[in-house]
């Protein structure tokens, strides 16, 4: 049988027994000596591997049953992370699913080169922005939409921030954004999609995805560390919505951050996000307001884009603090299946400039 392979790395001293810590924490939660002998044998996970560089850093590799998940995300999540991520100085740095566990997602409806189709780009990067700030009214984001159509954005999305504060509820927000965007694509016959921000009590998620839709939104954003990785699934399968969808990644530096515990990013914004069903997966880029490294951000990219059971690659956006000089970088870096994501840079001086700017400089490519 296929099993799941989890790969730990763990700082500290007696690796062997944190290996059965580990391998019982995330089945059966239960002494395994005291286990029958069917369920120790066919559920609890299973030591393959331990190597030590010196005493206190190793690597641990678990493998575990497939029916230990149940075929669905929630418990994959809690085999992958659930008690293990209460043990100090433990980290999982590689994963490796069998066809019996990816199968059993749809994950991206579009990818990469679905989201190429909708937005008339064979070859080039995608061009982004967000719509900011917070304490904006719904009017002002509007015209700001407006502009950005206007130069020839492909995605214009909610700010992760925007959800239903009194300068701008969400549904008027919506209603006013989609139309002005709307109205912008009738002038320059584009296709610029409007993203709203799916942030709201997990009990309105759905509503408001299927409310975005009828008011002509073009794709939904959605924050798995806030609403769930499962609620991202939901979205992205149902068939009645049928958009491209942009996972961001509020409150899961927490999982990724930390040197010595957590899970590596690649992981987090490029595995876990596909099998969700993201189109697109936004993280911070190097150089910009956070820490990531080059090296996790090309891990981001290589486990977005490479083979994943049948799941479509899906496009990354690297993004956090991005201006126009970097766009020629970030391509070099990342390639065109990309979206350049430019949020707050563009209001340094005259919007509609430097959004034209933006848009001929990546039409360029």
């Known amino acids: 049988m296929e099993r799941i392979h989890i790969t730990y790395a763990f700082l500290g001293e007696n690796p062997a027994a944190i290996a059965d810590l580990i391998r019982a924490e995330q089945t059966i939660?239960?002494?395994?000596?005291?286990?029958?002998?069917?369920?120790?044998?066919?559920?609890?996970?299973?030591?393959?591997?331990?190597?030590?560089?010196?005493?206190?850093?190793?690597?641990?590799?678990?493998?575990?049953n497939p029916d230990v998940t149940g075929g669905e995300l929630t418990q994959l999540l809690n085999v992958l992370w659930g008690n293990a991520s209460l043990f100090p100085g433990v980290k999982i740095v590689d994963l490796k699913l069998p066809d019996s566990?990816?199968?059993?997602?749809?994950?991206?409806?579009?990818?990469?080169?679905?989201?190429?189709k909708i937005f008339k780009a064979d070859t080039r990067p995608l061009i982004a922005t967000a719509l900011k700030p917070m304490g904006s009214d719904a009017k002002t984001l509007a015209e700001m939409a407006r502009t950005l159509a206007l130069a020839g954005f492909d995605l214009i999305k909610d700010d992760h921030s925007l959800a239903n504060q009194p300068w701008a509820t969400w549904r008027e927000r919506v209603t006013l954004i989609t139309a002005a965007v709307k109205e912008a694509n009738e002038v320059t016959g584009g296709n610029c999609a409007?993203?709203?921000?799916?942030?709201?009590?997990?009990?309105?998620?759905?509503?408001?995805?299927?409310?975005?839709?009828?008011?002509?939104?073009?794709?939904?954003?959605?924050?798995?560390?806030?609403?769930?990785?499962?609620?991202?699934?939901?979205?992205?399968?149902?068939d009645t919505l049928a958009l491209p969808i942009l996972g961001h990644p509020a409150m899961l530096g927490s999982l990724v951050i930390p040197k010595e515990v957590g899970i590596n990013h690649g992981i987090v914004f490029?595995?876990?996000m596909r099998l969700a069903g993201a189109d697109i997966s936004i993280f911070p880029n190097i150089g910009g307001r956070?820490?990531?490294?080059?090296?996790?951000?090309?891990?981001?990219?290589?486990?977005?884009?490479?083979?994943?059971?049948?799941?479509?690659?899906?496009?990354?956006?690297?993004?956090?603090?991005?201006?126009?000089?970097?766009?020629?970088?970030?391509?070099d870096m990342y390639g065109k299946d990309t979206a350049l994501l430019i949020g707050g840079a563009l209001s340094r001086g005259h919007l509609a400039d430097n959004a034209a700017r933006m848009c001929e400089l990546v039409r360029s490519y």
């Open 29 to 64: 939660e239960f002494p395994i000596e005291l286990a029958p002998t069917w369920i120790q044998d066919e559920v609890v996970g299973k030591v393959e591997e331990i190597t030590s560089s010196d005493k206190n850093n190793h690597l641990i590799t678990i493998s575990y």
């Open 290 to 331: 956070f820490s990531f490294t080059a090296d996790q951000c090309l891990e981001i990219a290589d486990l977005s884009r490479g083979v994943l059971g049948s799941l479509k690659p899906i496009t990354i956006a690297p993004a956090g603090g991005m201006t126009l000089e970097r766009i020629p970088e970030m391509i």
């Open 101 to 116: 566990i990816l199968n059993n997602f749809k994950g991206p409806r579009f990818g990469i080169s679905g989201l190429r």
């Open 270 to 272: 490029g595995t876990l």
């Open 194 to 238: 409007y993203i709203p921000s799916l942030n709201m009590p997990f009990d309105q998620v759905i509503d408001a995805a299927h409310t975005a839709k009828d008011l002509g939104a073009g794709g939904l954003l959605v924050l798995p560390g806030i609403t769930g990785f499962d609620s991202l699934r939901v979205i992205a399968e149902d």
